[in-house]
T-cell receptor, first 115, second 107 residues
Framework: KAGVTQTPRYLIKTRGQQVTLSCSPI?????VSWYQQTPGQGLQFLFE???????NKGNFPGRFSGRQFSNSRSEMNVSTLELGDSALYLC??????????????FGPGTRLTVL | KNEVEQSPQNLTAQEGEFITINCSYS?????LHWLQQHPGGGIVSLFM???GKKKHGRLIATINIQEKHSSLHITASHPRDSAVYIC?????????FGKGTKLSVIP
């Protein structure tokens, strides 16, 4: 069974641009979560989705948004990029409906650099 | 607001030593994950606990719900165990992460 895939793996953008990151969960997994990892703040929760519904959002500005499609694939979008958005963005999927209350399977991440 | 405190931040051990990493969490967290991250970024789930104790190979994870405390133990540590270990608490459909413990096991 293929693992969680994220595309692209690396991305370089300039301030003010927007970016869309994609996450394909393990087949059969319906819960997808997104996380941001930076050297200063560590890992931080962004969003959690189940069956196309956002069940929670972390403490991030409205420039960060996401969605989940009917096939459980998920995308996140960051508009008006700032230098501080440079980070590793990770998604994770879970088999059970309870999402983060069960084992999380992480993708390799997308490393975003904002210049 | 959910909180997770992890200690120590850095740990150096000689090969073969018994290692313990600790994690304390706040009210509102009902399950605790232990994760391993190697250089390069990949994160692997080691354990998910809501009660008791779990064991996988040389790794053991315990959780005390009353004290809101969890520990990760590594027996007979090996240089390949060198990585960052992160605990994360699950509550309100989100994970709250500890700062991580950077473990270096010296041959």
């Amino acid at each position: 069974k293929a693992g969680v895939t994220q595309t692209p793996r690396y991305l370089i953008k300039t301030r003010g641009q927007q970016v869309t990151l994609s996450c394909s969960p393990i087949s059969g997994h319906r819960s997808v979560s997104w996380y941001q990892q930076t050297p200063g703040q560590g890992l931080q929760f962004l969003f959690e989705y189940f069956s196309e519904t956002q069940r929670n959002k972390g403490n991030f500005p409205g420039r960060f948004s996401g969605r989940q499609f009917s096939n459980s694939r998920s995308e996140m979008n960051v508009s008006t990029l700032e230098l501080g958005d440079s980070a590793l963005y990770l998604c994770a999927s879970s088999l059970e409906t309870s999402g983060v209350y069960n084992e999380q399977f992480f993708g390799p991440g997308t490393r975003l650099t904002v210049l | 607001k959910n909180e997770v405190e992890q200690s120590p931040q850095n740990l150096t051990a000689q090969e073969g030593e018994f290692i313990t990493i600790n994690c304390s969490y706040s009210v509102g967290i009902s399950a605790l994950h232990w994760l391993q991250q190697h250089p390069g970024g990949g994160i692997v789930s080691l354990f998910m606990l809501s009660s008791g104790k779990k064991k996988h190979g040389r790794l053991i994870a315990t959780i005390n719900i009353q004290e809101k405390h969890s520990s990760l133990h590594i027996t007979a540590s090996h240089p390949r165990d060198s990585a960052v270990y992160i605990c994360a608490g699950a509550g309100s459909y989100q994970l709250t992460f500890g700062k991580g413990t950077k473990l270096s096991v010296i041959p």
